[in-house]
């Protein structure tokens, strides 16, 4: 065969694969380093600090885990979170996360490297990022080879789609999670390959760590069995499933209850069902298998496989029944509501109004996921042309991903890994298949004798075209010629070294572009803690805009120990992990009537509003108002969800309709309706805030409108603090009138407005009406 | 001063009488409407006389075709149904709450005193006297959980005697279609099974559904979103909106894209000819150039701020 390019022919096979593995583990420790790197924009931009609002509760439990020890976190109920009910955190978290952050810094502190605990936390995520590179590398090795390891360990080592949930700070369950669910995958396709019961452990141990890491382990439950089911309804059962899936299962359930806040779902809920009836199905085929080698009967090998069928289906129609019955208990909402998408808005408004729960648009799809989104089809395809064990794995994972990822934006996460695997798959092909230097033995010959007949019937195509009778002819000829093409056997390869340049340059050119698109999306749009904002100043420096913690730590410095902080669930984590006072509800939405309180007391008006804080011992009220600065994530524009969330538990009080407009909008303006207007969370928003332009108009910069010239006033709050921009706005809940006046009039007898004795007559009609 | 109660203690046996009366007409409205009282200006003073022992959920529509009221038609049947179930139970709760249309045709004068502007619209008039008596006023509802006789009846009950007693109608039709599917694969599955065993099948299977996931179809399904906008534009302006129209654009250029890369893997390298290779690398890969840039040309409609471009 003819080289397309000279190649080095003097060197020996031993130095060959010690240079491409010398290369290989350089290649995977800049991987690593680019991943890691890639995720500090944060820290370099800001400091360190931990993001958002659950990494805030992770940080307080770890810290909690580092100064008392493991037995103190296990056994730690907080009296602070949802006030007065307090939180049994030990039963009530993953705790994978904190275990992994109290090894590490456990393990530092004995090397005597004094690392605080917040930096290990920040890290973790970046850290793990690199370890999840690894995990990817060896996973897409068992695909198809080192090199489209090395490539798909580049792509989730730097892919928007994972970063958005592991810039350094953003400590949260996900951080460690991706990493297992790659290497529990990884170890299960190892024990599939080579039918081992010790990698079978393994992925059943790293099982455990996933379950005790993060809720999405339910993935993990369901793909594996799916898997075996398929492999096994394709007639591939062997005893390398039944030994890999069996150890796996049996070790991993097992473990997996260990977990306090797991317990006894895995023999009892709807989610965990399919592992136990693959598992019971395994059982009975690996039983037939064996009937079937000792009897060679045909109608006995019938009656074995119609006894199979009908063993599976009475084992599928009895879990229906009791699921039915509420033995098993159905499915947990949240669950439910990837499957009925219309679910969760009818039944469960506080998953609906998650923003991370929302339906997936398109171009978060190609944010995340960039050129990767269209290569990964071909990858599938590919997959399909082997369609080894392993390959119907990722096939499966394939499609359940892509569902999941367009109900839910936050399970991009999970079809990120097999989008990258997938397009390693085809993008490593593509450069094998063009970097190779054989060229194939030129058909020259076949080709003079194939071109007369289709230049013939090229030509009798035009002439038939000419004589105004158009012919199907030319596609018809161009199609036969690519299924002979693909139908050969013959030889493959590439002639010429333009076309290779062609190609790779292509290659070479996209996977730059990824690159900067990749560090263009997680510096601009992935890095932000929004704990801290920053805006740019007209002269294009940067401004950072501090208010919450501003809000947090005069919290902390001026009300007592046991000052209760009323806001709405989003705040619940950083007010106490930043301001370290109680709250009433949190992000840890586990009562839904208690958030349905806070809401209730937020949407109602003063007078409805005060026993329930008062009886809630609430001290401060915590809102967040972005009119003044534009920032839109602010309580009112989360008001609707507040409403909806109070309505689902109080129909008859509170009313969604009530707080629009009759024409049906939503408007904060004069023309807001007089619910809106008399709602607490209105008048601690708008308090005072017309003060602020004097004479001119006060506008709402978030919803563009103008703002009454007279604002609300309030008489059962008083306003306590409000931050330099205005964002976070805090009131102090005044305690009952010392001389038994309801406080509305004590304070307007404290203001001078004495009854008018000039206008008797009307406030007589008052009082009548 | 003590006349006052007196005068109204003895009208009290009057009012009771009248309303005992109004009771016994209204039942048999009811009873001839087939579980809805047809409402007039009239009747409807009747049903929410002030004082009454008995609570009414009202029905304001506008029905008639010139008012072009398509959500009045499609909330009736659903509103039928539920007065329907409410018409079976036994009477001594039945006739403590009753069900009335009242077309905006009929009773005009009605809508303008209650200012509606807009139908349908269902009120709730509780009972002001007897034991069920409240003094609330008429409740709106809340038709955020759209028209469906499930809701309806749901939130209804909570103002009735007793739960209505809604079961939701057997779907014949789907029950019929899926046994007749399953009928028809069992007597093709013969020929069917080559088809079914084929992996190119399933393959084909499986990028579509990838392909229509990744462009954004769940997001059209959850959200309702129209195919088109409107105005005309297929394209939704805004990072996280979009049409019915995008998910097929998107699923064409990524399946073109994809389909471009398969062609460069699978079937180029086994060409015979040299010169038809090279044809096809450039084809296939000014393919790919170009329906890349008009994908990031479209992502650019989405994402204002995106700073790259390839060709376009």
């Known amino acids: 065969m003819p080289l397309a390019f000279p190649l080095p022919s003097d060197l020996s096979p031993a130095t060959v694969t010690n240079t491409a593995s010398l290369l290989r583990i350089v290649t995977l420790c800049f991987v690593s380093g680019a991943a890691i790197a890639s995720r500090l924009f944060a820290v370099i931009n800001f400091e360190s600090i931990i993001h958002e609002f659950d990494p805030w509760f992770n940080y307080r439990a770890t810290r909690v885990l580092a100064s008392k020890g493991f037995y103190e976190f296990w056994n730690w109920f907080d009296p602070s979170a949802w006030y007065p009910l307090g939180r049994v955190v030990g039963g009530t978290v993953y705790p994978g996360l904190m275990a992994t952050s109290g090894v590490i810094y456990n393990f530092l502190h004995a090397l005597n490297i004094p690392v605080d605990i917040r930096n290990i936390c920040v890290m973790l995520a970046p850290g793990f990022s690199a370890l999840t590179a690894w995990a990817t590398y060896m996973f897409t090795k068992e695909m198809k080879d080192e090199s489209a390891g090395l490539l798909a360990a580049a792509f989730i080592g730097i892919v928007p789609g994972y970063i958005s949930r592991s810039v350094a700070g953003s400590y949260d369950n996900e951080a460690i999670a991706i990493f297992l669910l790659m290497f529990t995958f990884y170890l299960w396709i190892k024990a599939l390959k080579l039918g081992s019961a010790l990698f079978g452990t393994l992925a059943a141990v790293f099982y455990f760590y996933m379950v005790a890491a993060w809720g999405g382990y339910v993935f993990i439950t369901n793909m594996i069995p799916l898997h075996g089911l398929v492999l096994m309804l394709m007639g591939r059962f062997s005893s390398r499933l039944y030994v890999a899936y069996s150890s796996w299962y049996a070790i991993g359930t097992l473990s997996s209850m260990q977990v306090p806040f797991v317990g006894f779902q895995p023999v009892s809920t709807s989610e965990h069902m399919a592992a136990l009836g693959v598992f019971g199905l395994l059982q009975i085929v690996a039983f037939t298998q064996l009937v079937r080698s000792h009897v060679s009967s045909k109608q006995f090998q019938n009656l074995l496989f119609l006894a199979l069928i009908s063993i599976g289906v009475l084992g599928f129609f009895a879990m229906v029944g009791l699921t039915y019955k509420g033995k098993i208990a159905p499915w947990t909402g949240r669950f439910y509501s990837l499957w009925d998408t219309g679910y969760a808005k009818k039944h469960i408004p506080i998953i609906a109004s998650v923003s991370e729960h929302q339906p997936t648009a398109w171009p978060s799809f190609f944010m995340d996921l960039q050129f990767l989104i269209f290569v990964f089809p071909a990858g599938v395809v590919l997959c399909f042309q082997q369609l080894r064990d392993e390959h119907i794995f990722v096939i499966i994972y394939a499609v359940m991903a892509s569902y999941f990822a367009g109900v839910m934006v936050r399970l991009m996460l999970t079809l990120t890994p097999v989008v990258c695997v997938a397009s390693a798959i085809a993008f490593s092909t593509l450069l094998d298949t063009y970097l190779d230097a054989k060229e194939p033995d030129d058909a020259e010959e076949s080709t003079n004798v194939a071109s007369p007949p289709s230049d013939a019937q090229a030509s009798a195509s035009k002439k038939n075209n000419k004589s105004a009778k158009p012919a199907a002819a030319t596609p018809g000829n161009a199609l036969t010629d690519l299924v002979a093409a693909a139908g050969k056997t013959k030889s493959k390869g590439i002639y010429g070294l333009d076309t290779r340049l062609a190609i790779i340059m292509n290659a070479i050119g996209m996977l730059a572009f990824f690159v900067w698109h990749c560090t263009w999306a997680t510096s601009s749009a992935y890095s932000s803690p929004s704990v801290v904002l920053a805006s740019t100043n007209p002269d294009g420096s940067q401004h950072i805009i501090d208010d919450f913690r501003e809000a947090y730590y005069w919290l902390r410095q001026n009300t007592p120990e046991t000052a209760v902080v009323m806001s709405w669930w989003d705040y619940g984590y950083q007010i106490a992990g930043m301001a370290d006072r109680y709250t009433l509800v949190d992000n840890n939405t586990w009562n839904n009537t208690h958030i349905a309180t806070v809401g209730k007391a937020m949407s109602s008006s003063e007078e409805v509003a005060y026993p329930i804080l008062r009886k809630h011992d609430v001290d401060y009220v915590l809102v967040i108002f972005g009119g003044l600065l534009g920032y839109s994530g602010d309580d009112i524009n989360k008001f609707l969800w507040m409403v909806r969330i109070a309505q689902g538990v109080w129909p008859e009080e509170i009313q969604e309709p009530n707080y629009f407009t009759p024409q049906g909008e939503y408007r904060v303006d004069d023309m807001a309706s007089p619910a809106m207007k008399n709602s607490l969370m209105y008048k601690m928003s708008y308090y005072r805030f017309s003060e602020l332009f004097g004479n001119a108009q006060a506008l709402d910069r978030v919803r563009q409108q103008n703002v009454p010239k007279v604002g609300p006033t309030l008489d059962y709050l008083d306003e306590a603090y409000t931050t330099e921009n205005w964002i976070v706005r805090i009131y102090e809940v005044r305690k009952e009138d010392l001389l038994g006046r309801d406080l509305k009039s004590a304070n307007a007898f404290a203001k001078g407005k004495k009854r008018k004795r000039s206008k008797p007559a009307v406030s007589r009609r008052r009082s009548l009406k | ?312």
């Open chain 2, 1 to 312: 001063m003590i006349l006052l109660p007196l005068l109204a203690l003895c009208s009290l046996p009057l009012a009771l009488a009248a309303s005992a009366d109004t009771h016994q007409k209204l039942v048999a409205l009811a009873a001839a409407g087939g579980g809805v009282i047809k409402l007039d200006s009239d009747t409807f003073e009747l049903l929410t006389t002030p004082n009454r022992d008995w609570s009414s959920s009202i029905h304001f529509t506008a029905l008639d075709i010139r008012r072009r009221c398509s959500p009045c038609k499609e909330f009736n049947p659903s509103w039928i149904q539920v007065a329907k179930a409410w018409s079976k139970i036994r009477s001594a709760e039945r006739d403590r709450h009753f069900f009335a249309t009242l077309d905006f045709d009929e009773g005009q004068a009605v809508f303008q005193k209650l200012s509606l502007a807009s139908a349908p619209a269902v009120y709730i008039y509780p009972a002001t006297e007897g034991p069920r008596a409240t003094n609330k006023a008429p409740l709106k509802y809340d038709f955020s959980q759209g028209f469906e006789p499930e809701p309806l009846a749901q939130q209804l009950s909570n103002h009735t005697p007793i739960p209505i007693p809604y079961t939701p109608p057997f779907d014949w039709a789907r029950w019929i279609t899926s046994v007749a599917g399953l009928l028809a694969f069992a007597v093709t599955i013969r020929f069917m099974s080559p088809i079914l065993q084929s992996r190119w099948t399933w393959a084909i299977g499986t990028i579509l559904t990838a392909l229509v996931m990744n462009s954004g179809y769940m997001f059209t399904r959850i959200r309702n979103s129209p195919f088109v906008g409107g105005d005309g534009s297929w394209i939704a302006g805004g990072y996280q909106n979009q049409f019915g129209q995008e998910v097929q654009v998107i699923s064409l250029v990524y399946g073109t894209l994809g389909f471009a890369f398969l062609m460069l893997i699978m079937i180029i390298p086994y060409q015979a000819s040299g010169q038809r290779q090279r044809l096809q690398v450039y084809l296939w890969s000014s393919i790919i150039m170009i329906v890349y840039s008009i994908l990031i040309v479209l992502f650019k409609v989405k994402n204002r701020g995106y700073p790259f471009k390839i060709l376009l």
